[in-house]
């Protein structure tokens, strides 16, 4: 089978108009790189308009929604099968600048794995349901490069602080931790490294597999002039506030239990980052908020004594939408669950998950 260049899998779940705005910046800044859709069992009609637009871009449904790690590991498993010699996962709610895949593509030679600089991208700044994006809404940093925070090992993204000097270079840079949001990887490595762990389903899985792959000797790298504008946790809205808590603290002790020696404490991942949250919810969202995030984190709790993996109980899932139904507050900003090593412009704010991406 004769090799092919680059394949960027996008992964879609209930989220059309930011998928086709994604499609779009890599349709026209991009030409040279062939773009698979995986819609992860949304059925939103995402595929139908994906393939009315622009027919040459290859479309998979997965039937059932596999989470971010399984939507992108069948992506991934397409374009393997297919001879890539090089492919990058990204997230639907991102806006790729023109010329950004070619940077990621000449630093991803050999054992090297590489991100964007990653900024935020304000609401409606993409001109439109399936129009590209402009420059507007580039309020701030999302990610230049992560780290095991030194408190328990919780992943985190670095400070616009403690980027600015990197950033402002300009050259590749390594880092501890790349971000699912966007990587990119030869055939080679992939094949190394092995796709996300499935147990993961939503959050830590790009961690998880930062973490493996440079046990594997495989070189993680920032590319700061290869930009990417992410419309942070589009995902997060209705039920799945609640199952992004379920996420984030299940899988935090996951990827406790998984990374001790490595410095990530499971003790200090409960004191500091899973506990809390009921009573921060009942502080800043009131009573009934913050039963409900307890009822969220005790089913948490029960999954990982019990070593349950993957996708959240369909009980949980249930109750999370009769809650959804009947409303909910919003989350502070500072409180929302964000994407995997989302903690960066607010100091050290803690990993969240990357929006069901997935």
Request: proline letters at 6%.
């Amino acid at each position: 089978m004769a090799e092919r260049a680059h394949l960027v899998v996008v992964l879609s779940w209930h989220g059309r108009r930011d998928t086709l705005a994604c499609v779009a910046s890599l349709v026209d800044g991009a030409p040279g790189t062939d773009v698979l859709v995986v819609d992860n069992g949304s059925e939103d009609g995402v595929l139908e308009a994906v393939r009315d637009r622009w027919p040459h871009v290859v479309t998979l449904q997965t039937g059932d929604n596999l989470g971010f790690a399984g939507g992108m590991n069948r992506g991934l498993a397409w374009g393997l099968e297919r001879g890539y010699a090089l492919l990058t996962v990204l997230n639907n709610d991102t806006v790729v600048a023109p010329g950004a895949l070619d940077l990621l593509a000449a630093s991803a030679a050999g054992r090297v794995a590489v991100s964007p600089r990653i900024v935020r991208l304000a609401p409606g700044a993409d001109g439109g349901p399936d129009g590209a994006a402009g420059d507007a809404g580039d309020a701030a940093l999302w990610f230049a490069g992560g780290s095991l925070d030194a408190l328990d090992g919780l992943p985190r993204h670095r400070t616009a602080a403690e980027a600015a000097a990197d950033v402002a270079a300009g050259r590749p840079f390594t880092t501890d931790l790349l971000t699912g949001c966007c990587v990119c990887a030869s055939a080679g490595t992939w094949r190394e490294v092995g796709p996300f762990d499935p147990r993961f389903f939503l959050n830590f899985e790009d961690s998880d597999w930062s973490l493996r792959a440079r046990r594997a000797g495989v070189r993680l790298v920032v590319v700061p002039r290869a930009v990417v504008r992410h419309r942070v946790s589009a995902s997060f809205v209705g039920p799945a506030s609640y199952l992004g808590t379920f996420y984030y603290a299940r899988n935090a002790l996951l990827f406790a239990r998984r990374w001790r020696g490595a410095g990530v404490s499971r003790r200090g991942l409960l004191r500091h980052r899973v506990l809390p949250r009921p009573v921060r919810a009942w502080r800043d969202l009131g009573p009934r908020e913050g039963v409900r995030t307890a009822v969220v984190v005790a089913a948490a709790l029960v999954a990982h004594v019990a070593r349950a993996s993957g996708r959240a109980p369909r009980a949980l899932e249930a109750l999370a939408a009769a809650w959804a139904a009947r409303g909910r507050a919003p989350a502070p900003a500072g409180d929302r669950v964000e994407s995997a090593a989302d903690r960066g412009e607010k100091a050290p704010v803690p990993l969240g998950p990357h929006p069901p991406r997935g």
